[in-house]
C-alpha cells in the first residue's frame, strides 16, 4: 500500500493505482472525459490536470501513478488555471448546438464548461465541420462536428467488443472518429458507445429527437430477454418508453448494455400490439370486451374437458414470462386436472427429466463462471445468447483464462481460443465423448459403461489438457446444446466431465426466466420448487400428439418453438387455441382462437430468476396499453371463472409470496441427475443446424425496428461447405428448395466451407420457419 495526500487528505492506496484512483477512492471528483473505469488510458484529453508537489508542469491524474509520500492538489490555481485551458481549447471547434443537441441536459461537456469554462472565446477562427458518419440503425453519427477526440468509442469497441470497428483517422485539426472503409458498426453491444460519449457526437438514433433528458422519468427494471438478467433503467415520457439504459450491476451487466436489451423496448410501441381481447368466429376476428372472452375461453376449456377429457388439453409458456405468471398458470392448469405443462419451447430431448433433482442453472455465479482458469463451452453461440456474458469472458482471456469450444459453427468469439472442436450436429455427442475420454486418459480414471467410447483427437487432447491442468475450471451448455435432439446425453457428458476436473458445471440459461420458470413449476414433470405432480406430456409430446386444446402464454410456437411445422399443424388441428400475448403475430391470428392481451414487462410487476439462480423484482414502469392487463391477473380471474380454489390473491406480491413459499430457492437449484443418458442412435444425411439469430429470441426482439434493420436481423440465407453443395449440384448462390419435416422453403444458398460437412446452416426465423431445429433436411436444385 502506498500513502498520498490528496488536497490535504491523507489516504493509502494499492500499489500500482493511478491518482484519478485514488482521488475516486477519496471521494474526490477531478473533471475528465476520456478515462472510464472500463477502458484502457488514453490520457488524450488533459481535462484531468492536477497538480503534484516537486512535479514542474500539472500531471493528468489518469495516466500518472501514485508514487509513496505524493501530495497532489486538484483545486489549486495552478490545477484550475490548465483545466480552464484545456476547456478553451476543446471548445474551440465546438459548435455550440446544445439548444439542439440532443446530448443536451446529459452532457459532460456542458456541465464541466460551467464549472471550468469562460464566458467567451478568445479564439475568432472558424470553427471546423465533420461531414456525419453513418454508423447503421442503432447509433447516429451525423453530428461529428461535437467530437472532442476522446477515443472512448474506439477504444471500447477493441477491447470491450472485442473488434475495432470505429477508428480515428488523420491527425490534428484533421482528426475524425469514423467506421473503418465506410462499415457499419455491427458488434452486438454497440450501443455502449452511445452511453461513453461525453459529448453529443454519438446518440441513438431509435430515441433521437424524441425528448429531452430533463423530460424523462427513470424507473429500474429487469432485461426480458435473455438468462443474464441485466439491470435497466427505463426512461418514460407521456407513458411512452422511450430509452433504456443500462443500471449499475457489477455482479451481472457491470456497466454495460447488449443492443438488444437496449433497443427492444421499440417493439412495445409496435403497430401489432394486442390492445383489446379479440374472438375469431365466421374465419374472422372481432374485438370484444374481457367478460366474453373470458366466457369464451372458460367454455371452450370446460366443452374439450367434458368431450375428450382433461388430457386432451396442453399448456404452453415463454420463459420469458414473470414467474408470478408461470405460477399461476401452472396453478390454474393443475387445478383443472391438466398436467400437460412445458416452458422449454426449444428443447426436443426430455430423456433428463425422469432423473430430474432440480432447476438446471449456471451451477456458480456469474463473476465465478468468468473466474475460472479454464472454460468449456458446449453447443453455444455466445456472442448471439448472451452478449455480455461473451464481453466478460473475453476480459477473463486478457487476463490468462483460456477458452475451450465444442460447438457445431466455428463462432467468431473475436477472443483467443485456447483448442476448438467443430462437428455437425449429429456428431456433436462424439466431439463431447472425445474431451471425456482423453480427460479420463490424463487422470487414470475409468469411466463408466457406454460414457466415452470415441477415440480422442488432438483439439480434443487439448481441451483435456487445459481443463486437467487449471486449478479452477467451468463446463457450460449452451442454447445449441439445450436444443440439441441428444441433450440428455450432452448433460451427462458435460456432467462427468466436471467431475473429473472438479470444476463447475451448468447450463446458460435460454431465457430472462428458464429457471424462474423451472422453480415456478413450468414443467410436465415436476411442480413448485420440484414437488412431486402427476406427470404431463413435455412441449414436444404435445405438437407431435395434437391436443384439443391450447392454451399459450405469450409464447408462438410456431415461431418459439423447435419444430414450425409440427407447431402449426397441431394448432390448426385444435378444436381451441387460447393465447395470452401481447402481440398480434401473424401465426397466431392464424391459428388462434381467442387473444387476450397481457403485458410486457415495462407494465407488469413480477420478478425473473436469471442463469446464477438470482431473482430479481421489478415494478411496471408504464400503465397498461388499451386494455392490456398483467398476465398474473388475467390467470387469477381465470381460476375464479374455472371455480378453482386458491385464487384469491390481490398483488403481485401476494402471488410471488405463495410461490416462495413453496420451497427454498437455493435447494431447487440442482444440475445433478441420477441417471446416465443412453447414446444417441446414429444418423446420416444432411443435418439443419438452425440457431436462433440475435434477434429473434423473443416476441419483443422480433416488433424492434431498429434490431431488424441491423445485419444480424436481416432475413437469413442458408449456408453449408462446398462439398455439400458439389454432392448436391449447386452452386454458391443458387435458388434451392430446403425440404424438412414434410415442409418446404425456396431460398438462396451460400457457400461457407467454416462448417461441418454433412450440414446445412439456417437460422430460426419466422421467414425460414420448417421442422426441427437440428433435424435432418434435404437439399434440392430450383
Given at each position: 500500500m502506498l500513502e498520498i495526500e490528496i488536497d490535504g487528505k491523507k489516504l493509502t492506496v494499492p500499489q500500482g493505482s493511478t491518482v484519478m484512483e485514488a482521488a475516486h477512492s477519496a471521494g474526490t471528483h477531478i473533471p475528465h472525459f476520456c478515462y472510464h473505469k472500463k477502458l484502457s488510458i488514453a490520457a488524450n484529453c488533459r481535462m484531468c490536470l492536477v497538480e503534484v508537489e516537486k512535479a514542474p508542469k500539472p500531471l493528468p491524474a489518469c495516466a500518472t501513478p501514485v508514487t509513496d509520500g505524493m501530495k497532489v492538489h486538484t483545486h489549486s490555481p495552478l490545477a484550475v488555471q490548465a483545466q480552464q485551458g484545456v476547456m478553451e481549447f476543446l471548445l474551440i471547434n465546438h459548435p455550440l448546438d446544445c439548444p439542439i443537441c440532443d446530448q443536451g441536459g446529459e452532457c459532460q461537456l456542458q456541465d464541466i464548461a460551467v464549472g471550468y469554462g469562460g464566458g467567451a472565446s478568445r479564439y475568432k477562427e472558424k470553427k471546423r465541420a465533420v461531414v456525419g458518419k453513418d454508423m447503421g440503425p442503432l447509433v447516429s453519427a451525423e453530428e461529428m462536428s461535437r467530437c472532442i477526440h476522446c477515443t472512448r468509442c474506439v477504444r471500447f469497441t477493441e477491447e470491450i467488443g472485442g473488434y475495432q470497428e470505429i477508428g480515428m483517422a488523420e491527425r490534428g485539426e484533421g482528426s475524425e472518429i469514423m467506421p473503418f472503409l465506410g462499415k457499419t458498426v455491427d458488434s452486438e453491444i454497440s450501443g455502449n458507445v452511445i452511453d461513453l460519449c461525453p459529448v453529443g457526437a454519438l446518440t441513438s438514433k431509435p430515441f433521437r429527437y424524441s425528448a429531452r433528458g430533463w423530460e424523462l422519468s427513470r424507473r429500474k427494471s429487469v432485461a426480458p430477454h435473455d438468462g443474464l438478467g441485466s439491470n435497466l433503467v427505463v426512461q418514460v415520457k407521456d407513458n411512452r418508453v422511450l430509452r433504456v439504459l443500462p443500471r449499475d450491476n457489477e455482479d451481472i451487466n457491470e456497466c454495460w448494455l447488449s443492443d438488444r436489451d437496449r433497443f427492444s423496448y421499440e417493439g412495445l410501441n409496435a403497430a401489432d400490439r394486442l390492445q383489446k381481447p379479440r374472438i375469431k368466429f365466421d374465419g374472422k376476428w372481432h374485438e370484444t370486451d374481457w367478460t366474453t372472452a373470458l366466457d369464451y375461453v372458460v367454455k371452450g376449456l370446460n366443452g374439450v374437458a367434458a368431450d375428450h377429457g382433461r388430457d386432451a388439453i396442453g399448456v404452453?409458456?415463454?420463459?420469458?414470462?414473470?414467474?408470478?405468471?408461470?405460477?399461476?398458470?401452472?396453478?390454474?392448469?393443475?387445478?383443472?386436472?391438466?398436467?400437460?405443462?412445458?416452458?422449454?419451447?426449444?428443447?426436443?430431448?426430455?430423456?433428463?427429466?425422469?432423473?430430474?433433482?432440480?432447476?438446471?442453472?449456471?451451477?456458480?455465479?456469474?463473476?465465478?463462471?468468468?473466474?475460472?482458469?479454464?472454460?468449456?463451452?458446449?453447443?453455444?453461440?455466445?456472442?448471439?445468447?448472451?452478449?455480455?456474458?461473451?464481453?466478460?469472458?473475453?476480459?477473463?482471456?486478457?487476463?490468462?483464462?483460456?477458452?475451450?469450444?465444442?460447438?457445431?459453427?466455428?463462432?467468431?468469439?473475436?477472443?483467443?481460443?485456447?483448442?476448438?472442436?467443430?462437428?455437425?450436429?449429429?456428431?456433436?455427442?462424439?466431439?463431447?465423448?472425445?474431451?471425456?475420454?482423453?480427460?479420463?486418459?490424463?487422470?487414470?480414471?475409468?469411466?463408466?459403461?457406454?460414457?466415452?467410447?470415441?477415440?480422442?483427437?488432438?483439439?480434443?487432447?487439448?481441451?483435456?489438457?487445459?481443463?486437467?491442468?487449471?486449478?479452477?475450471?467451468?463446463?457450460?451448455?449452451?442454447?445449441?446444446?439445450?436444443?440439441?435432439?441428444?441433450?440428455?446425453?450432452?448433460?451427462?457428458?458435460?456432467?462427468?466431465?466436471?467431475?473429473?476436473?472438479?470444476?463447475?458445471?451448468?447450463?446458460?440459461?435460454?431465457?430472462?426466466?428458464?429457471?424462474?420458470?423451472?422453480?415456478?413449476?413450468?414443467?410436465?414433470?415436476?411442480?413448485?420448487?420440484?414437488?412431486?405432480?402427476?406427470?404431463?406430456?413435455?412441449?414436444?409430446?404435445?405438437?407431435?400428439?395434437?391436443?384439443?386444446?391450447?392454451?399459450?402464454?405469450?409464447?408462438?410456437?410456431?415461431?418459439?418453438?423447435?419444430?414450425?411445422?409440427?407447431?402449426?399443424?397441431?394448432?390448426?388441428?385444435?378444436?381451441?387455441?387460447?393465447?395470452?400475448?401481447?402481440?398480434?403475430?401473424?401465426?397466431?391470428?392464424?391459428?388462434?382462437?381467442?387473444?387476450?392481451?397481457?403485458?410486457?414487462?415495462?407494465?407488469?410487476?413480477?420478478?425473473?430468476?436469471?442463469?446464477?439462480?438470482?431473482?430479481?423484482?421489478?415494478?411496471?414502469?408504464?400503465?397498461?396499453?388499451?386494455?392490456?392487463?398483467?398476465?398474473?391477473?388475467?390467470?387469477?380471474?381465470?381460476?375464479?371463472?374455472?371455480?378453482?380454489?386458491?385464487?384469491?390473491?390481490?398483488?403481485?406480491?401476494?402471488?410471488?409470496?405463495?410461490?416462495?413459499?413453496?420451497?427454498?430457492?437455493?435447494?431447487?437449484?440442482?444440475?445433478?441427475?441420477?441417471?446416465?443418458?443412453?447414446?444417441?442412435?446414429?444418423?446420416?444425411?444432411?443435418?439443419?443446424?438452425?440457431?436462433?439469430?440475435?434477434?429473434?429470441?423473443?416476441?419483443?426482439?422480433?416488433?424492434?425496428?431498429?434490431?431488424?434493420?441491423?445485419?444480424?436481423?436481416?432475413?437469413?440465407?442458408?449456408?453449408?461447405?462446398?462439398?455439400?453443395?458439389?454432392?448436391?449440384?449447386?452452386?454458391?448462390?443458387?435458388?434451392?428448395?430446403l425440404v424438412q419435416g414434410g415442409a418446404t422453403l425456396s431460398l438462396r444458398i451460400e457457400v461457407d466451407d467454416s462448417l461441418p460437412g454433412a450440414s446445412v446452416h439456417l437460422a430460426a426465423h419466422p421467414l425460414t420457419a420448417l421442422a426441427g431445429l437440428f433435424d435432418p433436411i434435404e437439399i434440392r436444385q430450383g
Open positions: 404452453l409458456a415463454s420463459p420469458h414470462a414473470t414467474s408470478e405468471a408461470l405460477y399461476l398458470l401452472q396453478k390454474v392448469a393443475r387445478g383443472f386436472g391438466v398436467n400437460n405443462i412445458d416452458s422449454r419451447l426449444r428443447q426436443s430431448d426430455f430423456g433428463a427429466d425422469a432423473a430430474r433433482r432440480g432447476a438446471y442453472w449456471l451451477g456458480a455465479s456469474i463473476v465465478e463462471l468468468a473466474a475460472a482458469k479454464s472454460l468449456l463451452l458446449v453447443g453455444s453461440s455466445i456472442r448471439q445468447e448472451h452478449p455480455l456474458l461473451a464481453a466478460r469472458l473475453r476480459q477473463s482471456v486478457k487476463k490468462g483464462a483460456q477458452l475451450n469450444v465444442v460447438h457445431v459453427v466455428a463462432e467468431e468469439l473475436r477472443s483467443p481460443v485456447n483448442a476448438r472442436l467443430v462437428f455437425s450436429p449429429n456428431e456433436l455427442v462424439d466431439a463431447l465423448e472425445q474431451v471425456l475420454a482423453a480427460l479420463a486418459e490424463l487422470k487414470g480414471e475409468a469411466l463408466a459403461s457406454g460414457l466415452a467410447a470415441a477415440v480422442p483427437g488432438g483439439e480434443a487432447r487439448r481441451i483435456a489438457a487445459s481443463l486437467a491442468e487449471a486449478e479452477s475450471t467451468a463446463i457450460a451448455l449452451g442454447n445449441v446444446a439445450q436444443h440439441h435432439p441428444a441433450y440428455s446425453r450432452l448433460l451427462a457428458l458435460a456432467q462427468e466431465i466436471a467431475r473429473l476436473t472438479g470444476g463447475r458445471f451448468g447450463v446458460l440459461s435460454e431465457a430472462a426466466n428458464s429457471v424462474g420458470a423451472q422453480l415456478a413449476g413450468a414443467l410436465p414433470t415436476h411442480g413448485a420448487f420440484g414437488a412431486a405432480v402427476a406427470a404431463g406430456l413435455n412441449g414436444a409430446q404435445m405438437l407431435a400428439a395434437p391436443r384439443k386444446a391450447y392454451l399459450l402464454l405469450e409464447c408462438d410456437p410456431v415461431v418459439d418453438g423447435y419444430d414450425a411445422h409440427a407447431a402449426h399443424s397441431a394448432l390448426k388441428q385444435a378444436e381451441t387455441v387460447i393465447a395470452l400475448t401481447s402481440f398480434a403475430t401473424p401465426t397466431l391470428l392464424e391459428d388462434a382462437d381467442v387473444l387476450l392481451p397481457v403485458s410486457p414487462f415495462s407494465e407488469t410487476a413480477g420478478s425473473f430468476v436469471n442463469m446464477e439462480g438470482r431473482l430479481q423484482t421489478f415494478n411496471g414502469v408504464v400503465r397498461p396499453l388499451g386494455e392490456t392487463r398483467p398476465a398474473w391477473k388475467v390467470l387469477r380471474v381465470l381460476g375464479n371463472r374455472l371455480d378453482l380454489p386458491g385464487f384469491e390473491q390481490e398483488s403481485v406480491e401476494q402471488v410471488r409470496a405463495e410461490w416462495l413459499a413453496q420451497g427454498s430457492l437455493s435447494e431447487a437449484l440442482d444440475n445433478s441427475h441420477e441417471a446416465l443418458a443412453a447414446a444417441p442412435a446414429a444418423r446420416g444425411g444432411l443435418v439443419r443446424i438452425g440457431e436462433i439469430p440475435l434477434y429473434q429470441s423473443d416476441m419483443l426482439c422480433r416488433h424492434a425496428p431498429s434490431l431488424q434493420a441491423t445485419r444480424a436481423g436481416a432475413v437469413p440465407v442458408a449456408y453449408a461447405s462446398s462439398a455439400v453443395l458439389s454432392a448436391a449440384g449447386v452452386e454458391s448462390g443458387a435458388q434451392v428448395t
